[in-house]
């Protein structure tokens, strides 16, 4: 039977957080490293700014999927700027759906960047990745909505399902 968890990152993870996004045959190559790197600063500094930058699901055990917010403190909402599950043999479990409804879940309490109130709402741009499972209908299927504005990737709101601004 499989067991999967959802955690927050806490600084000592952000290395499997930044090795979920970069397949291991890419880690050496000079300008990713230097990516790696920025990501791991931006994601320490962030954690300790937020008190949190992502989740992680772990399947027995092991890093299997993430999904990355920040928040724009101007428009007091949380912008989830990644979800994934990077290998197909974790993908359609479930492990997409669970980081979402955690994040959901989180984002209905107070936060002391948005003057100890939740946000108004979860903000991202759905786009689709040849041979994943497109982000849009995860969004979708779990309540979210997309937004009435016209732009390249629309929108998909909501802080409390069937918000939108």
């Given at each position: 039977?499989?067991f999967?968890?959802?955690?927050?990152?806490?600084?000592?993870?952000?290395?499997?957080?930044?090795?979920?996004?970069?397949?291991p045959?890419?880690?050496?190559?000079?300008?990713?490293?230097?990516?790696?790197?920025a990501?791991?600063?931006w994601?320490?500094?962030?954690?300790?700014l937020?008190?949190g930058?992502?989740?992680?699901?772990?399947?027995?055990g092991?890093?299997a999927?993430?999904?990355?917010y920040?928040?724009?403190?101007?428009?007091?909402?949380?912008?989830?700027?990644c979800?994934?599950?990077?290998?197909?043999?974790?993908q359609?479990?479930?492990?997409?759906?669970a980081?979402l409804?955690?994040?959901?879940?989180?984002?209905?309490?107070?936060?002391?960047?948005?003057?100890?109130?939740?946000?108004?709402?979860?903000v991202?741009?759905?786009?689709?990745?040849?041979?994943?499972?497109?982000?849009?209908?995860?969004?979708l299927?779990?309540?979210?909505?997309t937004?009435?504005?016209?732009?390249?990737?629309p929108?998909?709101l909501?802080?409390?399902?069937?918000?939108?601004?």
């Open positions: 039977m499989e999967y968890k959802v955690k927050e990152v806490e600084p000592e993870e952000v290395d499997s957080l930044v090795n979920l996004c970069v397949p045959k890419n880690r050496n190559f000079p300008s990713i490293v230097e990516g790696i790197r990501k791991q600063n994601a320490r500094k962030s954690i300790e937020f008190g930058v992502a989740k992680i699901a772990y399947l027995n092991s890093p999927g993430l999904i990355q920040q928040p724009k403190l101007e428009e007091k909402v949380l912008e989830i700027t979800i994934l599950v990077p290998e197909r043999r974790n359609r479990r479930g492990l997409g759906k980081l409804n955690a994040l959901i879940k989180d984002a209905s309490e107070p936060k002391p960047y948005f003057d100890e109130a939740p946000p108004k709402a979860l991202t741009w759905a786009f689709n990745v040849p041979g994943y499972f497109p982000q849009k209908h995860l969004l299927e779990n309540g979210l909505q937004s009435l504005r016209k732009q390249p990737f929108p998909i909501s802080a409390q399902r069937g918000v939108c601004l």
